[in-house]
């Protein structure tokens, strides 16, 4: 069976996840996941469980807005072995999703699909800055 942490922001998009957070995990396990759940409980925080699991995982999936994406894919730039991540939009605007065009990508990803993000690394000053193109 394969291993997924699935890391969601609570407070996202006005609490949109919660009502459907049972059908969306419920889902994954139908499609061969055994599923780790995280809600953030503060900004930063899946940086930090990102960056720091010591499980194996075969995806890291994440749910909330453009912050809580950002977050989880500075966590993965940070970590040695990468981990492909998947993204369900439930922010308010989801500038990420719009910009780069990617419904379709997300709506698959609850479908047994795998969703990897591409990730791009740049050099700011004083310390990385990731960008995430799909």
């Not at 394969?2 to 889902?27: H, Q």
């Not at 969703?115 to 740049?122: D, H, K, N, Q, S």
């Amino acid at each position: 069976m394969k291993r997924m942490l699935f890391v969601y922001n609570p407070n996202s998009g006005m609490g949109l996840l919660k009502p459907k957070l049972s059908d969306v995990i419920d889902t994954f396990v139908k499609g061969g996941y055994e599923v780790t759940v995280y809600p953030t409980q503060r900004s930063q925080d899946a940086v930090r469980k990102v960056s720091e699991y010591k499980e194996e995982y075969d995806l890291v999936a994440c749910s909330g807005g453009d912050g809580t994406l950002d977050e989880v894919v500075t966590g993965m730039m940070m970590r040695e072995n990468k981990t492909p991540i998947g993204y369900i939009p439930a922010g308010t605007t989801n500038d990420s999703v719009s910009f780069h065009d990617i419904w379709q990508l997300s709506f698959s990803a609850v479908h047994n699909y795998d969703f990897p993000v591409r990730i791009l690394t740049t050099f700011a000053v004083p310390s990385p800055v990731f960008f995430h193109f799909f």
